[in-house]
């Protein structure tokens, strides 16, 4: 049974990779930083699943020891990485553990896992664009294109940081591959880069009061009163379940190998997400803000276009409609926390 060696087993979008790989009958080793953590990721997901506590993955060496443990592993997954807006500090909080995390885990693998013979790890339409150029509508991105933030522009703020990070840990894997003396590497490496990843949680437990980055942001919808401002997110937007799906892909077919998976189902604005919600929800109807129905599709033209045909055609299943993402996350919220009747 082949072992399949996962960082940041217990994100968001790690918890559905594995929650997948198990119920395909793959053996998960998971690194996690508390064994709380591990724990309640045993107890989701049964005995096929392990973990190794790994606290910090910018700290040197991070992943040495939990490799050496594994020689059956012949898979990584690297997903761990902080997505994550509220610091004063974001070289150090986003930047860094970005950038070492993606040093640490390709160095442990030459060093002490020759037997690895893929790596898939998870980028971010971030490393695609920058938030300036996504927000120009007279540009058109695909799998060829990249972000062009430098890394004194990225330092300034969360955001730009978060951009920088993603872009400088992809910059490090090709140039690792590329590099290696004699390109004599054991193993091929995919990447996925997400735009915004929407969908309910792989487990119901883990609905908690603040949802990861990306899912808190229809769960603060969801939150408000009829009468109060919201938001204004807009981007991509792509299913979970697609993007743990594009994981799998990335180390069971050949034609990934090299390939950067641009994982988008299409844009959306804060706006879309609240008319699905209006007009699906029935249990919140006049319950959260209405804001300007039908002004999505006109509005979204301000962003840049996106052509992610390559990847689609390449993995050649329907993506997850936007509208059925929306509608799945925003119930299983309810589920686990009913709207109180009036
Ligand atoms: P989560 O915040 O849910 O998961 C991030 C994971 O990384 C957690 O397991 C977290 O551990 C771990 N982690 C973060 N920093 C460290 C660190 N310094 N040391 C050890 N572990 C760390 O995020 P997602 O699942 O949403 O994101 C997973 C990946 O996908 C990230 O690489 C992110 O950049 C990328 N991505 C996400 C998108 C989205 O919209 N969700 C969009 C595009 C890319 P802990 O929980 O213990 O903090």
């Keep these: 049974m082949t072992s399949i060696f996962v960082t940041g087993a217990s994100g968001f979008i790690a918890q559905h990779i594995i929650k997948l790989l198990v119920s395909k009958g793959y053996k998960v080793v998971g690194t996690v930083r508390s064994s709380s953590k591990g724990a309640d990721l045993v107890s989701n997901l049964g005995s096929n699943f ?81 938030l300036v150029d996504e927000c120009n509508p007279e540009l058109l991105f695909n799998e060829q294109s990249w ?26 894997v090709w140039k690792f591959l590329k590099e290696y003396p004699g390109n004599k590497l054991n193993f091929a490496v995919t990447s996925v880069n997400p735009v915004y990843v929407f969908g309910p949680q792989a487990f119901d437990l883990e609905v908690k009061p603040t949802l990861n980055t990306s899912n808190q942001v229809i769960k603060t919808l969801i939150e408000l009163g009829p009468n109060d401002a919201f938001e204004l997110n807009m981007g991509g ?15 069971e077919r050949e034609d990934t190998i090299g390939r950067r998976l641009f994982m988008t189902s299409g844009q959306f604005l804060s706006q879309m997400m609240l008319d699905i919600i209006n007009e699906n929800i029935p249990s919140l109807q006049g319950k959260i803000p209405r804001g300007t129905p039908g002004s999505g599709p006109q509005d ?29 996350t925003v119930n299983q919220i309810l589920h686990v926390k009913p709207v109180p009747k009036i």
């Design 237 to 251: 937007a792509v299913d979970v379940r697609d993007v743990a799906l594009a994981h799998i892909a990335g180390f």
């Design 50 to 130: 392990t973990y190794e506590i790994v606290p910090d993955i910018s700290s040197p060496n991070a992943f040495d020891e939990a490799l050496k443990t594994h020689p059956e592993v012949t898979v990584v997954l690297h997903t761990a990485s902080p997505f994550f807006f509220d610091t004063t500090d974001p070289e150090k909080d986003l930047i860094i553990p970005a950038i070492r995390g993606t040093e640490n885990i390709m160095n442990a693998i030459v060093e002490y896992a020759p037997q690895v013979t893929r790596m898939v790890v998870t980028l971010s339409d971030a490393a695609i664009y920058s």
């Design 147 to 172: 972000n062009n933030i430098t890394y004194e522009e990225a330092v300034k703020d969360p955001v730009a940081a978060y951009y920088g990070a993603k872009l400088f840990a992809e910059k490090h």
């Design 300 to 328: 979204i033209r301000s962003l840049a276009k996106t052509d992610n045909s390559a990847t689609r055609n390449l993995l050649g299943w329907e993506f997850t409609p936007f509208k059925k993402t929306v509608i799945d």
